[in-house]
């Protein structure tokens, strides 16, 4: 079973841990990581604990285009996902695949048949 | 005999990597910029870009206010103005280069040069789709033109139109349509392939320093660019309180995320009703007006039916009987404001989910069954 954790519009599934590939980057530890950050408010899914993001897009080829942010690999015990609207999240050692929430906007509107 | 020409460059040094970011922000700046035209540099870059392609510069200059402007008075271009030149004077020189470049340039490197330089530009191309459909709205047919003018038009004229070659879209040139200059500018100054960029000097001079061009052999009708252009996060046309585009002679658009709307939704909101919203006959405008009510406002006015609840939130729905459905989960935060509250989130979803967790799931880009591992929820 693939466990979900969901910080308002930001969802991490937990997945099989796997070397980090395609662009990587590390924090040390109490150096803020940004996971998203808000278009209009500027608040941010961050973590400060040492983690290592990296973005692969092979890893993501079965989820819709434009939702996949990256992979969050705590090598810790834990790390914790802060949001200033949001209660703390916390993630226990492994790998996640983190992904953006999605809606449809004005230029998706179609009738469905005439 | 390509293949054993001399290929110079295999790979970018880490100085020149790090001038791609430069020359990216410096045409994105160019192709963005609402700066008024500086027409004495513009009109000199004409003539040298005439010159380079081998034509005589023009006997007239015809500035325009805006590309609305430019195509009403091109339009009525005669014999005595000549044929158009576009071709002669932006494209051919762009293969001519291009032809050279490929011989001194690695593809990967090109290719590299290529996409960070001169990305694809969401708001610019919007910009460009909103100004050839209103050109194409306000175009005239020949038989309009015949009906209107005692004088014949003249065989290109007839023959254009006949062919349905007219317009901005086949006869001039925008931001849009030169960005690829950027790409040259950088190759020209950075990597100095000066020999094999030389025809484009007119060409700069022109991108950076005026909005549309539309190049005849004897007169060239030239455009001043935006004097506002304003767009959201993902780059689409939008302004939420006036136009999100403007030019020099007043002519506007009002923009709600990419989709052009009538002036008086930006600026009465209040004027949006339900009833307005159901005689509303553009779908995409009808979306624009929801969401300017706010759809919160929508339900609470009995504008959609509940379709289901359960703890993911509940699932509004609205159908007109144009086939035209509209659809929204109604979502709660998880963790409560300072006041003890939770606040209360609309997300437009797709019409044909049955409960609020499928279409909740969705937004994830999930299954039903996929959301329902969810740990923890904040």
Redesign the interface.
């Known amino acids: 079973m693939t466990e979900i954790f969901a910080q308002g519009d930001l969802l991490l599934e937990r997945v099989a841990d796997v070397v980090p590939s395609g662009s990587i980057e590390e924090n040390l530890d109490g150096v803020t990581m940004v996971l998203a950050e808000g278009e209009l408010s500027g608040h941010r899914h961050a973590i400060r604990e040492p983690v290592t993001l990296f973005r692969d897009e092979k890893l993501a080829s079965d989820m819709p285009a434009g939702l996949y942010i990256g992979h969050v690999k705590v090598s810790s015990e834990y790390a914790r996902v802060t949001h200033e609207e949001h209660a703390p999240l916390t993630l226990p050692r492994g790998t996640y695949r983190v992904r953006r929430q999605r809606e449809l906007g004005p230029k998706d509107a179609r009738v469905l048949a005439d | 005999m390509r293949g054993s020409l001399p290929i110079e460059h295999n790979a970018l040094t880490a100085e020149q990597t790090a001038a791609l970011s430069r020359y990216r922000a410096r045409w994105a700046a160019i192709r963005r910029s609402t700066a008024p035209a500086d027409r004495s540099a513009a009109e000199e870059g004409v003539r040298l870009a005439y010159c380079a392609a081998g034509l005589s510069p023009p006997a007239r200059f015809v500035w325009c206010e805006s590309p609305l402007a430019l195509s009403r008075l091109a339009r009525e271009a005669s014999f005595v103005d000549g044929g158009n030149v576009k071709s002669a004077l932006i494209e051919r020189p762009r293969r001519k280069v291009a032809a050279a470049i490929r011989r001194r340039l690695h593809r990967r490197v090109r290719q590299n040069v290529e996409s960070t330089v001169n990305p694809a530009d969401a708001l610019v191309a919007s910009v460009t789709e909103a100004v050839l459909q209103a050109t194409e709205r306000d175009d005239v047919t020949l038989l309009d033109y015949l009906r209107r003018r005692s004088q014949p038009p003249s065989l290109s004229f007839a023959v254009r139109t006949l062919l349905g070659w007219r317009g901005l879209h086949y006869n001039s040139a925008g931001p849009d349509d030169l960005s690829w200059l950027g790409t040259c500018e950088y190759l020209r100054n950075v990597l100095g392939l000066r020999d094999e960029t030389a025809p484009l000097l007119g060409l700069w001079q022109i991108a950076i320093n005026l909005g549309w061009l539309q190049p005849h052999e004897k007169t060239c009708w030239l455009a001043e660019r935006p004097a506002l252009l304003r767009g959201?996060?993902q780059d689409?046309l939008h302004n939420p309180s006036g136009p999100a585009l403007r030019f020099r002679d007043g002519w506007s658009l009002w923009a709600?995320?990419?989709?052009e709307v009538p002036r008086w939704i930006i600026e009465r909101p209040e004027r949006i009703t339900l009833g307005a919203i159901d005689i509303e006959s553009n779908?995409?405008?009808?979306?624009?007006m929801i969401?300017i009510m706010t759809p919160d406002r929508f339900v609470k006015l009995g504008g959609a039916t509940r379709i289901a609840q359960d703890e993911t939130g509940i699932l509004w729905r609205k159908i007109w009987l144009?086939?035209?459905?509209?659809a929204a989960v109604e979502v709660i935060?998880?963790?409560p404001e300072p006041d003890g509250t939770h606040?209360h989130f609309f997300?437009?979803?797709?019409?044909n989910f049955r409960t609020a967790r499928e279409a909740v799931a969705w937004?994830?880009?999930?299954s039903a069954k996929?959301?329902s591992?969810?740990?923890?929820?904040?």
């Open positions: 959201d996060a689409l709600w995320k990419g989709v779908v995409q405008v009808r979306r624009c969401e144009s086939y035209d459905v509209w935060n998880a963790t606040k997300l437009q979803v797709p019409p937004t994830y880009g999930l996929a959301y591992n969810l740990v923890v929820r904040t």
